[in-house]
T-cell receptor, first 115, second 113 residues
Framework: DAKTTQPPSMDCAEGRAANLPCNHS???????VYWYRQIHSQGPQYIIH???NNETNEMASLIITEDRKSSTLILPHATLRDTAVYYC????????????????FGKGTHLIIQP | NAGVTQTPKFQVLKTGQSMTLQCAQD?????MYWYRQDPGMGLRLIYY???????DKGEVPNGYNVSRLNKREFSLRLESAAPSQTSVYFC????????????FGPGTRLTVL
């Protein structure tokens, strides 16, 4: 799996959009971009993933650049409960032949939502 | 539907003691995983099981053994605990035929003295 680079920490005001960047300049053509988050002391939680098109679900939006070398996770209206460590992971999907070999977590970005 | 459950939630061991961490999922997933997380670090894969009856080593398997007891249960055993195994252990499951999303349990906090 390709490696990712994320800022170690970010602040965002409550109610504003939180934009979390991720660089993945060595991503391969068949690797997806995944985002998970880990709220303090809990197990990680899946947020969203995408290949090359922008994606949106009830939690967040994922914007992937045209060259796929970077992406941004957007939490549109951040709340205090969004304070967590956010992990950007690139990998081949299991059912696309990537194999069930687990996720590779970096240190992520510690997002702090300020009241 | 409880998702992924882990027992115990907390455990303190003395060096050299053994124990088994239990994990169960009720989502009928084929794949299951064990990770460890040290303070300030991301999760690291210890072992995984792509399907019932198969297990494979991850990034940090030394000092651990696993058993995929059936499709629901995947246990992690420490035969002779060491202080370096003090960590938080997370179990996860996924169903590759449906999506690549992994669902995590609440974790077991293990301290080895």
């Amino acid at each position: 799996d390709a490696k990712t680079t994320q800022p170690p920490s970010m602040d965002c005001a409550e109610g504003r959009a939180a934009n979390l960047p991720c660089n993945h300049s060595t991503i391969s053509g068949n690797e997806y971009v995944y985002w998970y988050r880990q709220i303090h002391s809990q197990g990680p939680q899946y947020i969203i993933h995408g290949l090359k098109n922008n994606e949106t679900n009830e939690m967040a939006s994922l914007i992937i650049t045209e060259d796929r070398k970077s992406s941004t996770l957007i939490l549109p209206h951040a709340t205090l409960r969004d304070t967590a460590v956010y992990y950007c992971i690139v990998r081949v999907e299991e059912y696309s032949g990537g194999g069930a070999d687990g996720l590779t977590f970096g240190k992520g970005t510690h997002l702090i939502i300020q009241p | 539907n409880a998702g992924v459950t882990q027992t115990p939630k907390f455990q303190v061991l003395k060096t050299g003691q053994s124990m088994t961490l239990q994990c169960a999922q009720d989502m009928n997933h084929n794949s299951m995983y064990w990770y460890r997380q040290d303070p300030g670090m991301g999760l690291r894969l210890i072992y995984y099981s792509a399907s019932e009856g198969t297990t494979d080593k991850g990034e940090v398997p030394n000092g651990y053994n696993v058993s995929r007891l059936n499709k629901r249960e995947f246990s992690l055993r420490l035969e002779s605990a060491a202080p370096s195994q003090t960590s938080v252990y997370f179990c996860a499951s996924s169903e590759p035929a449906q999506s690549d999303t992994q669902y995590f349990g609440p974790g077991t906090r293990l301290t080895v003295l």
